[in-house]
């Protein structure tokens, strides 16, 4: 039979669209409009929490300034790491792997659509719902660590670390879906041909990073719902009186946070991965042992927790063990870091703001990792745990790996998301202030911490040696601001007015350049055949789209796409996919009220909350008739 | 300038046998760190100056000979290093072992947010500034009445946690008489930030006679003022908190203030131990340190006067 291309993207639009009215807005689950809101509200969060990071660098400026109370110094503190590590660094990778997961195996969407719109709104109304402590004065200040028994009732009886712990709570409920949504898509979605050895390195890495984040994440779960019991329910599961223990936290706290960490840069190792290829124009070198090292990355994260805890008192003999796992996890780190080396060595590169950000990664990473084997060593350790060393040392691996990636990732992947091309011209300033600024206000807080400026404290003595590199430091940060500013203002520019891109731009080898820019709601008319690990390198465009006459690959009769099998990708199934629903929403918005019934001790409210979250759930799977299938291709 | 006891809490200039350890120890660490660094840049840098027409290189074996280069200088020559870094390293971990069969000279106690000192060999209850005896290796428990705080002089030695519930126990040495900063690193709340001690250390001679001093009960007020001034410390309420050895004050809150006037600092290491300091900080202690346990103390001038003479008097 016949079809024409004309009538099956009008067939396919019939299916997939999603009306532009508010409804559809509210109940919309194309992956690539939460892709995109994930990466907006992640970036709204970074610019909050940059706020938060302004204000204190006015307060640190000079020694003995009274800006702030120590009180709002501390909420500032404890908001400003909260938000960049829960609210910005892992949602904004969570919005690429959203925007870019389906496009990159060859589907039409994630595996469970209502689940990742859930997965959004969730994440939205955490943030909001953790922001709104600003409100009643009363946010978070027992840092993002938020350690005990500082947090405990009898030392904070205000609600800030209620909202922090439910916030977590609610968070890790999205986060959780998330990946479960992320693994599914990635191991039974692929194209067919995909193999396992042919998946992009992007794929490997939040392969692997979904997987941490369900291993992980029930240790953060469980410790704040232990916490939240010990201060509403008067259990004692750390408190030292009643039996319980003042270090379980830690242990719980730090066995999800160290493997967070890897959570959020292995996704940005990717986008790495997959963009500098592109911009030296070969292939990634020694390509399966940086696969290899992401998977390792991600197993051995789950072994260092205790190096964050070398000045509790530890026995020596696991204070070794740990400091030797700490050594393990640098190779394939260094694997990694030398095949990317040697790929640009080898390629011809084009010197794009991408690939700037891309170098500039390179360069701030290292030193991060670098500074990140000195605090690994036990005894060292001992003198630059809780300085402003490990400030230093924390942000250069977080701005290095995760901002600078991401940023690269935006001006790599921005055309295939609009259709439009960001300012190069612009690009290059945003690079330039946010390298230099970067580097000037955050390496000399490795000389404050030598000089032993401890970290947390809301100001310091004058005359302490303390005084310039302060000043220095406030001066790098506000540079560094004003560059992640003008990056954007190029992102608002150039989404409205930037030249046309066309479908690939860069010359880009993966699945998602095949597709137009913007790719249509379906993503791809026919579900593609992949032969090579660059298909758009190695294969002719018509072979990877394949043509219209064949209808096991086409898929009309419904919101279909193709199911394969693990390590093969060999088509197994027909998915029917789920259509737009309002239930995510309302679920979301219920467990919302929930969070703040709990919050604020309102039973009733939450009896009610509880029941409209079961009523919605029940909606959510309610069989719904299936989609008219008249209209068929003629 | 800073009039406050100690200099600058450098930790790559020690005063002590465990500080120099970690020292040299931290100078290798460093060294290493920015050689290789160093040798990343260059890597990086070597592309920028290439023919940008030379592609790659498709010779037959080009993959597996890509391979090998990844897996030695990705992986091999850091192992050897790292290797070599670790071991070198566990020269050290033991640094601050204690020996199972001896007791502590110095038990400190955390609050927030001052250090309790005390000496259980002889005796004496001090605050915020810890006397040891240069050239002697003092070994200390760390306990903690409320949070988790953290000792550390950078210049004597590395950091420790006191944690409630637990005692964990380790040692300084100074090389020679001094002052030596140290400081809470670990946050504690709102006045973290305050939260300094002293350690001084003395030749052993100066060490035996600052204990005798410290071992007698306060000295009874030697004038009317001092006299008049120890009621208004009654009267005010200071005695709730603070006690006054032999003058009837026995508080458990606050720092102990039997010889408060010998001291160095006022506040755990804030202001110096002068009239003016001292009269401020304890009309306006909430203004000085937001968040500490000590009120504003209300009194008249008058009052004010003969507490700070009586403090004085203290020694």
Redesign the interface.
């Known amino acids: 039979m016949g079809v024409t291309a004309a009538s099956l993207n009008e067939r396919l639009d019939f299916l997939w669209e999603t009306p532009r009215t508010l409804m559809g807005a509210l109940t919309t689950v194309d992956h690539k409009t939460l892709g995109k809101r994930y990466l907006i509200t992640a970036f709204v969060f970074l610019c909050l929490g940059g706020i938060e990071a302004a204000i204190m660098r006015a307060q640190l400026a000079r020694p003995g300034e009274h800006l702030l109370?120590?009180?709002a110094y501390?909420q500032l503190f404890s908001m400003h790491g909260t938000t960049m590590m829960f609210l910005y660094a892992a949602p904004v990778l969570s919005g690429f792997s959203n925007y870019f997961v389906p496009l990159l195996v060859g589907s039409r969407d994630l595996s469970y659509p209502r689940l990742n719109a859930f997965s959004y709104w969730i994440f939205l109304f955490a943030g909001v719902f953790l922001y709104s402590s600003f409100l009643v004065g009363a946010a978070p200040n027992?840092?993002w660590f938020n350690?005990v028994?500082?947090t405990t009732r009898p030392?904070d009886p205000g609600i800030n670390i209620d909202f922090y712990n439910i916030a977590l709570i609610f968070l890790s409920v999205s986060t959780t879906v998330g990946a479960i949504n992320f693994i599914v898509t990635i191991l039974r979605m692929r194209a067919p041909g995909m193999t396992l050895g042919r998946m992009p390195i992007y794929l490997w890495s939040t392969l692997s990073t979904s997987a941490v984040i369900l291993f992980s994440l029930p240790a953060l779960t469980g410790a704040c719902l232990m916490l939240e019991l010990d201060r509403r329910l008067g259990t004692h599961f750390f408190d030292?009186?009643g039996g319980g223990?003042?270090?379980l936290w830690q242990h719980l706290f730090w066995a999800f946070g160290h493997p967070w960490v890897y959570v959020v840069v292995l996704p940005g190792f990717g986008i790495v991965s997959m963009a500098l290829p592109v911009f030296?124009?070969?292939?990634l070198?020694?390509f399966?042992?940086v696969a290899m090292s992401t998977v390792a990355i991600a197993i051995i994260g789950f072994g260092v927790w205790a190096h964050h805890m070398f000045?509790?008192?530890l026995p020596?003999v696991g204070?070794?063990f740990f400091?030797?796992a700490s050594?393990?996890i640098?190779?394939?780190s260094?694997?990694?870091?030398?095949?990317w080396?040697?790929t640009?060595?080898?390629?011809?590169?084009v010197y794009t703001t991408s690939y700037l950000f891309i170098?500039g990664f390179?360069?701030i990473f290292?030193?991060g990792g670098?500074?990140g084997?000195?605090t690994g060593?036990?005894?060292?350790?001992?003198?630059?745990?809780?300085?402003y060393f490990v400030v230093a040392h924390l942000h250069y691996v977080l701005i290095g790996a995760n901002l600078f990636p991401v940023v690269a990732g935006v001006y790599y992947w921005f055309p295939k998301m609009t259709g439009r091309l960001m300012s190069e011209r612009i690009g290059k300033w945003s690079f330039w202030l946010m390298f230099i600024g970067f580097n000037v206000g955050f390496f000399p807080m490795h000389i404050a911490g030598?000089?032993?400026m401890?970290?947390?404290?809301?100001?310091?003595?004058?005359?302490?040696?303390l005084d310039t590199v302060n000043m220095v430091e406030t001066i790098g940060a506000y540079i560094f601001a004003v560059g992640v500013l003008v990056f954007i203002v190029n992102v608002i520019l150039s989404a409205r007015h930037g030249p046309l891109s066309g479908a690939n731009p860069w010359n880009g080898a993966t699945l998602e350049w095949s597709t137009p820019s913007p790719p249509p709601p379906y993503n791809f008319e026919v579900i593609p055949v992949v032969t090579t690990r660059d298909p758009m390198w190695d294969e002719p465009l018509e072979n990877i789209r394949g043509g219209n006459a064949d209808p096991s690959r086409t898929l009309t009769s419904g919101r279909e796409t193709l199911t394969t099998s693990v390590m093969h990708a060999r088509p197994v199934g027909i998915l029917h996919m789920a259509e737009d629903s309002i239930w995510p929403l309302l679920l979301a918005l219920s467990l919302t009220i929930l969070a703040y019934s709990s919050l604020l001790d309102v039973t009733i409210v939450s009896v009610v909350a509880g029941v409209a979250a079961l009523l919605s759930i029940g909606g959510w799977f309610w069989p719904e008739p299936v989609r008219e299938r008249e209209g068929s291709i003629s | 300038?800073?009039e406050?006891p100690g200099g600058?809490?450098?930790?790559?200039a020690p005063r002590g046998i465990a500080?120099q350890?970690?020292a040299t120890?931290?100078w290798v660490?460093?060294v290493i760190?920015i050689i290789?660094?160093i040798l990343?840049?260059i890597?990086?840098l070597?592309?920028l100056g290439?023919d940008?027409?030379?592609?790659?290189?498709h010779e037959p074996g080009y993959k597996a000979r890509?391979?090998t280069?990844?897996?030695v200088?990705?992986?091999a020559i850091?192992?050897l290093i790292?290797?070599g870094?670790?071991l070198y390293?566990?020269k050290?971990?033991?640094?601050?072992?204690f020996g199972s069969h001896s007791t502590a000279d110095v038990e400190v106690i955390g609050h927030?947010f001052w250090w309790e000192v005390r000496y259980p060999k002889l005796g004496i209850h001090t605050a915020n500034e810890i006397y040891i005896p240069s050239g002697t290796r003092v070994r200390i428990a760390l306990m903690s009445s409320?949070?988790?705080h953290?000792f550390?002089v950078?210049q004597l030695?590395?950091?420790?946690?006191l944690?409630?519930?637990?005692v964990?126990r380790f040692w300084i040495e100074a090389d020679s008489a001094g002052q030596y900063?140290g400081?809470?690193?670990?946050?504690?709340?709102?006045?973290?930030?305050h939260m300094d001690f002293t350690v001084v250390a003395v030749p052993k001679g100066e060490f035996s006679r600052w204990a005798a001093e410290q071992q007698k009960p306060a000295a009874p007020p030697a004038d009317p003022a001092a006299a008049e001034g120890r009621r208004a410390f009654q009267f005010a309420g200071c005695a709730y908190c603070h006690t006054v050895n032999g003058n009837g004050a026995a508080g458990r809150v606050g720092p102990d203030l039997t010889h408060f006037a010998s001291r160095l600092t006022i506040g755990a290491g804030m202001l110096p131990n002068t009239r003016g300091a001292l009269a401020g900080w304890v009309v306006g202690a909430q203004h000085l340190k937001?968040?500490v346990r000590m009120p504003d103390v209300t009194m008249s001038g008058e009052e004010l006067q003969a507490v700070l003479a009586y403090l004085e008097g203290l020694r």
Request: proline letters at 9%.
């Open positions: 109370s120590p009180e501390n027992g840092g350690y028994p500082l030392f030292p009186n223990s003042s270090l030296v124009r070969r292939p070198a020694a399966e042992y000045a509790v008192g020596t204070m070794g400091s030797a050594m393990i640098v190779l394939p260094g694997i990694s870091v030398t095949a080396l040697l640009s060595w080898t390629g011809r590169p170098l390179l360069v290292v030193i670098l500074s084997v000195i060593i036990v005894p060292f350790d001992w003198q630059i745990h809780d300085t030598i000089f032993g401890p970290r947390r404290v809301y100001t310091y003595y004058e005359g302490m040696g | 300038m800073n406050l600058i809490p450098n930790m790559l500080a350890h970690l120890l931290g660490l460093i760190s290789v660094l990343v840049l890597a990086l070597v592309p290439r940008r027409e030379h592609g790659v290189d890509e391979h280069f990844v897996l200088i990705g992986a850091p192992a790292l290797l870094v670790y390293s566990m050290d971990i033991g640094l601050w072992e927030q409320d949070v988790i953290s550390w950078p030695h590395g950091k420790l946690d944690i409630p519930g637990r964990n900063r400081e809470c690193a670990e946050f504690c709340g709102p006045q973290h930030a937001p968040g």
